[in-house]
């Protein structure tokens, strides 16, 4: 076999593993979409579900999403900032850090049904907090963090070092450096990687099964004191996701339309991850572009 | 041409090392300097002076250790190599204890390679680091803005756009944008690391003019391994070879009667 016919076959063979890929996850998506889109509607969208009777709607869960992913980004992003800038900008090559690296590692491609178990175990009952948001936060946190370390770390890895010779030249500090120089440099890439872990935590549900709950108690929307109960803001009240809403439908539901509201469910959470992605890249470039150019 | 016979071969001395009369002013001197980076001496006997408000070249092969040298001579390798022997900058060695090494950079500047602008706008690459040093009177910052970006001859281009991001600027430009940078700490001294290597001939030029009018007010070291340029601009050229500064006179005696064998190899084009 000559040189030429074996780059054709070996081409040839790729673009069918890539063909298979597209088409897959297209498959998967259109089924998805085909299935859910139609049942959704603003009735959908904004009315309670329930539990016995046909036309129940996802308008708590969506929000208990929507809540848990904000909770858990503001208690994530800052620990893994620090993290990220301490493991690139300051920490040296020896063993504590190598041991840090691999623990993230690790943490990192932990199974996230483990991450939840281990929130339960901890958070719920050893620290008594209960199915609340706030132990689905602190879950979704452990599940969070290793990667979005890693994405900032290597977001700042990605700023070459002539920028921080150019901050040590003019007489600046390493912190005044890496944080009015490097960071801001380093956010498009930052943000970029931000909103795509949104997307992998507002899909999840494994995690929140045992910590955040299965249940999702009537909200108040007139009630902003998050002190209060029915308040959406309450961060000590079980609250079930739009993941876990789908899988307990699918594994226990008994509303004789469950199919309908399952795929309705899949389709807007399928949306939601799919804003998610389109959005980080986009903002990144946007981003990116107000940084380098004319202003 | 050069002289010939100037050099003799046989005789000629290993070393050369031009020593300033009493009344020189004298910049900056390093005395009996060697670097290390870990086990591996990347510069030993570096013995220079630098006179005030002239440009010094430091010219040789790549991996001859200018780098080494420059960057020692404002503390840039402080995190990576070792420095033995003394730095003196007014009566101090910059590498004493008492002495604040942000300080001391802010009195000696340095231009890199490769142009290194904040991914900030123009205007702000400059009072950045003011700014963050307390500078607060807007009035001053925007006269340091126009004086510092004419003394680097970029104020005509880019005075209707200083909120322009720095990035979007040429490779020449943002080099001078660099320079008009280290000059708005008014540093007095400024070493530059082939500063015009990555850019065009007409860029380089215009770094060549800058540093020239730049010189009536600042003591500059430059390194190059354009030898034509060191010609141009320098007063003084030191030649580095192998780790250690093999020969330091004038620019003119270096290029037409040096007194070294290497030198002369080196100058002539034969290794480098
Ligand atoms: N950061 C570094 N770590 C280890 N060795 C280095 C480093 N920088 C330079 N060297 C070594 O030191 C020697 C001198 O290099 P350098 O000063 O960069 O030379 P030049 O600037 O004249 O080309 C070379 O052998 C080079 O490999
Ligand atoms: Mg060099």
Known sequence: MNAKLTNKIATAVLYLIAGLVILLL???????????????????????????????????????????????????????????????????????TTIIRTAIEILSSLPSVVVGLFGFLLVVVKLQLGFSILSGAIALTIFNLPLLTRSVEGSLKSIPDLQREAGAALGLSKWETVIHVIFPAALPSIVTGVVLSAGRVFGEAAALIYTAGQSAPALDFTDWNPFNAASPLNLMRPAETLAVHIWKINSEGIQPDAAQVSAGASAVLIIAVLIFNISARWIGKALYKRLTSAR | MLENEALNTDNAPLRNIYRFGENAEIALSTHDLHVFYGDNEALSEGDLEFERYKITSLIGASGSGKSTFLRSLNRMNDNVATVKGQIMYRGIDINSKEVDVYEMRRHIGMVFQRPNPFAKSIKDNITFALKQRGMRDKNKLEEIVETSLKQAALWDQVKDDLGKSALALSGGQQQRLVIARAIAMKPDILLLDEPASALDPISTSQIEDTLLELKEKYTIVIVTHNMQQAARISDYTAFFHMGKAIEYDETRKIFTRPKVKLTNDYISGNFG
């Open chain 1, 26 to 96: 297209a498959g998967l998506l259109g089924f998805i979409l085909f299935n859910g889109v139609p049942h959704l509607s603003w009735h959908f969208l904004t009315s309670p579900s329930l539990a016995f009777q046909a036309g129940g709607g996802i308008e708590f869960q969506l929000f208990n999403s929507i809540y848990l992913l904000f909770i858990t980004m503001i208690i994530s992003f800052p620990i893994a900032l620090g993290a990220g800038i301490y493991l690139n900008e300051y920490a040296k090559q020896n063993i504590f």
